[in-house]
């Protein structure tokens, strides 16, 4: 799917919810935030809010959209593989009250985004990763899948042959609040493509692709997932709203936290956020990201704010 292209796959959902036009209005609320051009992530998200359905269901379901899309290179199936030719992924998800589970390195999984809940629910743990995660979610009777595609595979071939570093490394993160006042995050991706084998980046890690507190807010991050994980960004955005900061300040001092690490660097790094109250926000590094909300008025699509061209 390209990101730039608006696509809505329910005729009835889009009834209830009219495209608005693509532009952030400061202070402005919704229900759903998500990385990217995801209308369709939105539109699931939405359903279960429509439904009555808890924040962690309503983040869920959003992330599942895209971990199902074989033309998503970056998320679950369909993902661009490793060196080595597998496809593992990462996945983390929060709710309000500061409860999270993740995974890791998983194969043979489509939806490590729900596995990472049932961690979260039925362990005390925190984090699994790859044949531990893979064993707990056999034994909690997740569907198995194939995750290669027949275009993953062409493209592993023409890499080999060029041996240019892959920088496909977007992230699905929604976040979202639910009819009760709550909120909750989800963070779901392939990882970078071509990486070496055994790599993991910031999507799984609670602080860095994702943070939720219930008393101040949440937000998610996509980009170079070792830039995000250094300064722990999702955590920053928080810790900045905490602070009295906007969403969209919020995110953009985090932006600002990359960009001083890793000042000569040519890769994105980009936030959403959402505050407890429903305001949302996003910054990015460099031009280009989009940004999808869904709330009572509709569905949009906006270009966010960036500072790069601005230093």
């Known amino acids: 799917m390209n990101r730039r292209d608006f696509i809505v796959s329910s005729p009835a959902l889009v009834s209830a919810l009219p495209l608005l036009s693509a532009r952030a209005v400061k202070g402005r609320t919704a229900q759903v935030i998500c990385t990217w051009n995801n209308p369709r992530a939105a539109e699931a998200a939405m359903a279960k809010y429509a439904g009555d359905g808890s924040a962690l269901d309503m983040v869920e379901a959003g992330a599942k959209v895209p971990e199902s899309d ?16 597998r496809v593992t992924l990462d996945a983390c998800i929060m709710d309000h009250e500061m409860n999270c589970g993740a995974v890791c390195y998983v194969q043979g999984y489509a939806h490590p985004i729900s596995i990472a809940r049932a961690v979260m629910e039925r362990t005390d743990h925190v984090m699994l990763a790859g044949a531990g995660a893979e064993a707990f979610a056999k034994k909690h009777a997740f569907a ?4 290669i595609t027949k275009n993953a595979k062409q493209a592993l071939k023409e890499w080999k042959r060029n041996q240019v570093q892959g920088n496909n490394h977007d992230t699905i993160g929604v976040l979202g609040r639910d009819m009760n006042g709550r909120i ?13 084998p055994g790599r993991v980046g910031d999507s799984p890690i609670i602080g860095a692709g994702l943070y939720v507190d219930g008393a101040v807010g949440a937000a998610a991050a996509t980009g170079m997932g070792e830039h995000i994980q250094t300064v722990l960004g999702s955590f920053v955005v928080v810790e900045m709203m905490r602070q009295g900061k906007s969403p969209d300040e919020a995110c953009a ?3 600002d936290r990359v960009i001083s690490a890793f000042p000569d660097s040519p890769e994105q790094a980009a936030f959403v956020a959402l505050s407890r109250d429903g305001v949302y926000g996003a910054h990015a590094r460099l031009a280009g990201f989009t940004v999808c909300i869904a709330g009572d008025e509709g569905i949009e699509v906006y270009d966010a704010n960036y500072t790069e061209a601005n230093r």
């Not at 074989?70 to 030719?85: H, I």
């Not at 909750?184 to 070496?196: E, F, P, Q, V």
């Open 144 to 147: 198995r899948k194939r995750l």
């Open 253 to 255: 001092m985090a932006v």
């Open 70 to 85: 074989a033309g998503d290179t970056s998320v679950g199936y369909g993902g661009l593989p490793d060196q080595s030719g």
């Open 184 to 196: 909750a995050g989800a963070c779901s991706t392939s990882g970078r493509a071509y990486k070496l």
